[in-house]
């Protein structure tokens, strides 16, 4: 008998615990739900019935703790610029930034007589993925989090390096 056709048989699948992981956590992502300006209220659009982000597993969270994608959507001025790094530190690992709008990429229309507008979320936390628009229609926001996906799918994770550390004391 084959050994292909007994494993299709019996149901055992074979993957890299790379992929799985992958897998599992782009098939899952949850936004902290988190909004400062207009582009809150395309980001609250994105997760209603019409577009509906629950078909691509997105589902906002209200605790940081318990999130593991921030989208930063409106305009981040320095008062708020300390507690976005905050809920950001309080997201376990691994993390993603999605910064949503002209406002949060680089200070939208304040950037030049703003005194009090940080010019671009990145200089702040690091961001994965850049949302365009002012404010950027929900369909972008969707856009986002398929390339957020897409990146997910290829990242080696950090667990396989631990174990085998780990292993190879004991």
């Known amino acids: 008998m084959d050994n292909s056709k007994q494993t299709a048989d019996t149901g055992i699948i074979i993957a890299k615990l790379d992929d799985l992981l992958n897998w599992a956590r782009l098939s899952s992502m949850w936004p902290v739900s988190f909004g400062i300006a207009c582009c809150a209220i395309e980001m609250m659009g994105a997760m209603a019935a019409t577009y509906d982000l629950d078909r691509y597993g997105v589902f906002p969270r209200a605790s940081p703790r318990q999130a593991d994608v921030i989208i930063i959507a409106g305009t981040v001025t320095f008062k708020m610029a300390d507690r976005i790094k905050l809920l950001y530190e309080q997201m376990p690992d691994p993390k993603y930034v999605i910064s949503m709008g002209s406002c949060s990429n680089c200070g939208g229309p304040y950037w030049q007589h703003g005194y009090h507008v940080v010019k671009g979320v990145d200089k702040i936390i690091p961001v994965d993925v850049y949302v ?15 390339e957020l996906q897409k990146k997910i799918s290829t990242e080696k994770n950090e667990f396989n390096n631990t174990f085998k550390t780990k292993a190879a004391i004991s």
């Open 132 to 146: 365009q628009g002012c404010p950027p229609r929900p369909e972008a926001l969707i856009g986002a989090f398929l």
